[in-house]
């Protein structure tokens, strides 16, 4: 299902999975899909510092204005905090 789909997207780019994100997006996963605070999967891989899985999702079209309900913070704001200078 698509919603399985779009979470194993969000785990995926969480951990920096390159090549499960680009399975998954391939077997159409939603690329803008939110976890419930908002975070999109190039939200999460910048978050966590994973620069191959975002620079795949950027040559995707992935949107980078995404802001958090939680941290209530953009990305690029997110990179900086955790020192993610990639």
């Given amino acids: 299902a698509l ?15 390159l090549a ?7 077997d ?20 966590q510092g994973r620069t191959a899985v975002a620079s795949f999702l950027l040559e995707k079209g992935a949107k980078t204005d995404v802001r958090d309900t939680f941290y209530k913070m953009g990305m690029i704001d997110m990179a900086l905090q955790r020192k993610h200078y990639e």
């Fill in 20 to 26: 499960a994100v680009q399975a998954l997006v391939k």
């Fill in 3 to 17: 919603a399985e789909k779009n979470e194993d997207l969000l785990a995926a780019a969480r951990s920096g999975d």
């Fill in 28 to 47: 159409g996963a939603d690329i803008e899909t939110k976890t419930s605070y908002g975070q999109t999967p190039l939200f999460l891989s910048v978050m």
